[in-house]
């Protein structure tokens, strides 16, 4: 009998053994439990999920930048001819050609290229070679003391015109213009009848007409002593100035499309212009 009751007290105590650790498996594990190994890797998948997602639709690390593929797309074909920026030198350098008598009407100072008038009977002059046909010019200019300056593109080899001017953007503080030279009023035959005094007056009609058709001339505000920016776009046989980023003046005339412009500079008239980050860049033909 003893022995039958020992044998009961034991099954009795490991079914109690059984029901308890059942019970404990499906208890809430306590704060600071570690979770059991097969949560481990699904969860920290879940989380590099969404971080990689998240990086990816704010434009990082490989995503990519909303509308960015649009604006490269509309973007022209362009390649840079010249750019000068003016930083570590006091002069204009072998790049650039100035007239002998006009050598000390051109200084670089703190990274910007100042023109000042030095000759009566002439504007200061200084000029680089790019040849280009259709282009966007650009450049930062400030009045001081100076009265006017022009951007010229010349052609050296043109002999129909004075000096191989082909055309130009002249600003003052108070007027902006464009002009066609090579059929306008550098045009040989046109300044042998401007310089004629015997020409009729019916003549001398005919020849005001004629160059007007040559310029477009608009008033523009220009502050002394400020910055300002001036775009400088040639696409056939139109010439557009944009002062400042706004459309200022645009011209329509034949000489204007010559196909083979080799040079461009700065003309300074009365006193010192400064000039900066001068750009030349050659657009396709599908550019605006």
């Known amino acids: 009998m003893y022995r039958l009751f020992c044998i009961a007290m034991l099954l009795a105590s490991c079914f109690a053994t059984s029901a308890n650790a059942r019970d404990n498996s499906s208890a809430t594990p306590?704060?600071?439990?570690?979770p059991s190994v097969s949560d481990s890797p699904l969860q920290e998948s879940s989380r590099n999920r969404t971080a990689v997602r998240g990086k990816s639709d704010h434009g990082n690390e490989g995503g990519k930048i909303k509308g960015g593929s649009d604006r490269m797309a509309?973007?022209?074909k362009q390649a840079?001819?010249?750019?000068?920026d003016y930083e570590g030198r006091a002069e204009p350098g072998k790049k650039y050609f100035v007239p002998q008598r006009m050598l000390d009407g051109w200084h670089v100072?703190?990274?910007?290229?100042?023109?000042d008038q030095v000759c009566d009977d002439h504007g200061s002059v200084i000029r680089t070679d790019v040849r280009f046909?259709?282009?966007?010019?650009?450049?930062d200019f400030q009045f001081n003391g100076g009265s006017r300056f022009n951007l010229v593109i010349d052609d050296d080899d043109e002999k129909s015109v004075h000096a191989g001017h082909i055309c130009r953007v002249s600003v003052s503080k108070k007027d902006l213009k464009i002009s066609d030279d090579k059929t306008g009023g550098m045009n040989l035959e046109i300044r042998k009848q401007r310089q004629d005094p015997s020409l009729s007056v019916d003549a001398k009609a005919t020849l005001e007409k004629r160059?007007?058709?040559?310029?477009?001339?608009v008033p523009v505000q220009v502050q002394p002593g400020q910055w300002h920016t001036l775009r400088v776009r040639i696409k056939g046989d139109r010439m557009s100035a944009l002062l400042d980023g706004k459309l200022s003046a645009s011209l329509?005339?034949?000489?204007?499309?010559?196909?083979?412009?080799k040079e461009l500079g700065f003309t300074v008239i009365g006193g010192k212009v400064s000039f900066d980050n001068l750009k030349v860049v050659k657009r396709s033909l599908s550019a605006n």
């Open 109 to 115: 100072v703190e990274g910007v290229l100042i023109g």
């Open 211 to 217: 160059l007007a058709a040559t310029q477009s001339n």
């Open 80 to 84: 840079v001819l010249f750019q000068d």
């Open 74 to 76: 509309k973007e022209p």
């Open 133 to 139: 046909d259709d282009v966007e010019i650009e450049f």
């Open 252 to 261: 329509q005339s034949p000489g204007i499309d010559h196909a083979t412009k």
């Open 30 to 34: 306590r704060d600071g439990d570690k």
